[in-house]
Structure formats: C-alpha cells, structure tokens
C-alpha cells in the first residue's frame, strides 16, 4: 500500500519567494495534518483537516502561511513570501477519524530559505 | 498549558545494553499515548496505549502506561546499532480527529 506522499523532497529557494509543498495521504484517510519540525521546537502541527474542511489552524505561525485541501487525495500547504526562519522540515500526516488511530507520515519535505 | 515531556533528551548506550525513555504528559482529556521512532526520515509508529498497567510488546521493545502517575515508558533491551533513532512520544487529547501533541524526543545512538 502507498504511504504519505510528499513532494517536494528538498526545496532551496530565496527568500521572498512563493513555497508550495504537496501531499497526498493514505487513501481511505479522511483527516490530514501538516507538521513543521525544528531542532529547537520539535514537532509542531500547523493546521488539520477532516473531509477536506480545515478544523484547527492555530498552529498556522502568520498569514503568510495558508493550506488548502481541494479533495480527498491532494493537499497544499504554501508560504508567501517566505522568510529564512521558515527554514525547516514539513510533514504531512494522515489517519482515520475513528477514534484513536495512528497518524501515518510521510517523508517530509526539507525547506531551506537563503 | 497542555504538554508532553521526554527524558532523557538524548542518550549514549553500547549495543547489548537495555535502556528506558521516559514519557509524562499533561493535557485536557487524555486519550491514549503513542510511541513513534524517526529515523531519518519519516516518524514510524510503534505502540498505542490506553490503559494503564497493560504491557506492549514488539521484539525487543515494550512499553507501558500508568494514567495515575501520567507517564509511559519505553524499554529497548539487547539495543542493536539500528535502534538508534529519536524516540517520540505524543497524546491524544482534546475532541475528535486524533489531534496529538508531541514530545521534543530522546535521541539514542547505540555505539558497537
């Protein structure tokens, strides 16, 4: 069975520029999560959806970031302009919305702002 | 404030050595607790727990839980080189979705 599928893998870009990163989740998932990891603030969630509807966005840092869900299987998650400090690791995670079960996750995308 | 928090941070072992992260959390309306291992890539599920005092077990790896004191622990025994890792605890907590709050992580290496 696929995984998570992110893309990109790495992304070096400049800052000011636009960053969009993709996922496709498990098929079948119907809630998918969007992570940013960093050494000194470990594991942080973003935003999460259920049934493509976006249920909590307080971990979205400004309004520079914004994520959309269009359908089941697609997901973006973009940084207008970016910024140095958004240099991180992002995940993204999908599970079913029964009761207590794994997030799954994918390989993350490396972002790195000059 | 909810939060999860793991100790050690980081840990140095020998292959052959068993070691025990450890895990205690605080949040609104506990769930269950997981255990995650990251490698390079991606964090890998390990265990769930939801009861306490009921032992998982994987191989050379277990983990427990006790709702009463509000930590788990996570026992590697005979570690090998490919155990190491970061080792991440995260809850359940909250209404429905599964939303999780994560733990910073013990970084194991395990020397030869």
């Known amino acids: 069975d696929a995984g998570v599928i992110q893309s990109p893998r790495h992304e070096v870009t400049e800052m000011g520029q636009e960053v969009t990163l993709r996922c496709k989740p498990i098929s079948g998932h119907n809630s998918l999560f969007w992570y940013r990891q960093t050494m000194m603030r470990g594991l942080e969630l973003l935003i999460y959806?259920?049934?493509?509807?976006?249920?909590?966005d307080s971990g979205m840092p400004e309004d520079r970031f914004s994520a959309k869900m269009p359908n089941a299987s697609f997901s973006t998650l973009k940084i207008q302009p970016s910024e140095p400090r958004d240099s991180a690791v992002y995940f993204c995670a999908s599970s079913s919305d029964i009761a207590n079960q794994p997030q799954h996750f994918g390989d993350g995308t490396r972002l790195s702002i000059l | 404030e909810d939060k999860v928090v793991q100790s050690p941070l980081s840990l140095v072992v020998h292959e052959g050595d068993t070691v025990t992260l450890n895990c205690s959390y605080e949040?609104?309306?506990?769930?269950?607790l997981l255990w995650y291992k990251q490698e390079k890539k991606a964090p890998t599920f390990l265990f769930m727990l939801?009861?306490?005092?009921i032992e998982k077990k994987s191989g050379r790896l277990s983990s427990i839980l006790d709702k009463k004191e509000l930590f788990s622990i996570l026992n590697i025994t005979a570690t090998q080189t490919g155990d190491s890792a970061v080792y991440l605890c995260?809850?359940?907590?909250?209404?429905?979705?599964?939303?999780?709050?994560f733990g910073a992580g013990t970084r194991l290496a395990v020397h030869p």
């Open positions: 949040v609104t309306n506990f769930r269950s």
């Open positions: 995260a809850v359940f907590y909250g209404g429905g979705y599964n939303k999780l709050i």
């Open positions: 939801t009861s306490s005092g």
């Open positions: 959806f259920n049934n493509n509807v976006p249920i909590d």
